[in-house]
């Protein structure tokens, strides 16, 4: 099969849809599929193809860390494509490159297949004042339903997209299929031991520190600051119980933020205002490949964001036996199972009583958790994350008659 995937970001950037068309193209390569990728990149001055992946000019949009939007209508491209001759399209955006693989898919006359990644409600800010917003999520969502009603099958990968396309007015079914990692990688049975130390080194952790972890882009809608601030409290609780039983101030316990992105000063500052500077360690960028030994160097993963789909990030930490602290999020709520593979907490309160819970646990109990955490990611596995998604193309290519 001639797959073409369309996308607004791919490696070198650092992102879960990133990560995600990365691991769709290789893991359709392997299955003997000839596979192109298209991707939006705003420091390309011309088209280059190169192993499979042709990057496209496109316009920098500075409000949103590293992405570009392509325009839809390029001859250039349109070359490409043709040479190639796709049998399916499969577009990872709904603007620019995305809206270019939907005018394509007409032009060529062959089906294509749509994943949303993202809620558009929590990225408006980026483009337009708070005042116009609201006006323009119903242009957003109106511009959704257009995509959904053309494509031949939808992608989700949680029940928050399905309920999206239902409040778009879609009447399709959306094939939820949930996102995968590369379980090899995130192993800690082969993440090099001094790979791991040189982390610890690097940001001053002992071993006998409790190293909470958040990946993500550093934008406002990860909630990082929110997170922040449920941390300061953790502490300051922390503090006083140590006090009390005459003990250190809470010295042991740490906050790691990996990742980089337009909130990333601010956020610095808001941990000086809150007087967890010295607590709080920002890495900035890391490369995908080189993640594995500063999860295999935490005790948890946290996030205090609602905004998040099927984060691969979080995903990736569990494959690395890392139990997750999640904030409640009632269309999410299947990802962790509360007391086996991590918490569901819903206040400050209840963040520190959650740690503290798993802090007194005894090593047996604490390995059962770990363990837990990654076999609960395994069953994303990899090869059959692949059949799904063939599944849906397979679907996607039955005349209208039979489908």
Not at 19 to 44: F, I, M, N, Q, S
Not at 312 to 340: C, F, V, W
Request: proline letters at 4%; glycine letters at 6%; aromatic letters at 10%.
């Amino acid at each position: 099969m001639r797959i073409a995937l369309f996308s607004e970001t791919y490696p070198p950037l650092i992102n879960g849809v990133s990560t995600h068309v990365k691991c769709l193209r290789d893991g359709l390569v392997k299955e003997g599929h000839e596979v192109l990728v298209l991707y939006a990149d705003p420091k390309a001055k011309s088209f280059r193809l190169k192993e499979g992946v042709l990057v496209c000019p496109s316009l920098a949009l500075k409000k949103i860390y590293g992405f570009g939007l392509a325009d839809s209508a390029r001859v250039a491209r349109s070359r490409y494509l043709s040479y190639f001759m796709p049998e399916i399209i499969h577009i990872h955006s709904e603007f620019g490159i995305g809206l270019a693989g939907v005018l394509a898919a007409k032009r060529l006359d062959v089906p294509f297949v749509h994943t949303m990644h993202t809620m558009y409600k929590e990225y408006m800010h980026y483009i337009m004042p708070k005042i116009l917003t609201k006006p323009g999520l119903k242009v957003a969502q109106a511009y959704a339903r257009y995509i959904g009603e053309r494509a031949k099958e939808l992608i989700g990968p949680s029940r928050k997209i399905a309920e999206f396309f239902k409040a778009c007015g879609v009447k399709k079914e959306v094939n939820i299929i949930s996102n995968t990692v590369e379980l090899d990688l995130f192993d800690v049975n082969f993440i090099d031991k001094a790979a791991i130390k040189e982390v610890k080194n690097k940001y001053r952790i002992a071993d006998n520190d409790f190293v909470l972890c958040f990946c993500g882009r550093l934008g406002k809608e990860k909630s990082v600051d929110l997170l922040l601030k449920f941390f300061s409290h953790v502490i300051r609780k922390k503090q006083n119980s140590e006090y009390s039983a005459g003990g250190t101030a809470g010295e042991k316990m740490k906050l790691m933020i990996i990742g980089d992105g337009p909130c990333a000063n601010e956020l610095k500052e808001l941990t000086v205002k809150l007087k967890i500077s010295d607590k709080v360690i920002f890495t900035g960028r890391v490369e995908h490949d080189q993640m594995p030994p500063y999860y295999a160097a935490c005790n948890m993963y946290v996030t205090a964001s609602t905004t998040e789909i099927d984060s691969i990030s979080m995903k990736e930490a569990m494959a690395t036996n890392l139990p997750a602290l999640y904030i409640a999020d009632k269309l999410n709520r299947d990802q962790i199972i509360h007391g086996g593979n991590g918490f569901i907490y819903r206040n400050a309160d209840e963040m520190y009583n959650y740690i503290q819970e798993y802090c007194n646990y005894s090593p047996d109990l604490k390995e059962k958790m770990r363990k837990k955490a990654r076999e609960s990611v395994v069953k994303y596995g990899f090869d059959e994350w692949i059949k799904r998604v063939l599944d849906v193309y397979k679907k996607a290519l039955l005349p209208e008659t039979t489908r």
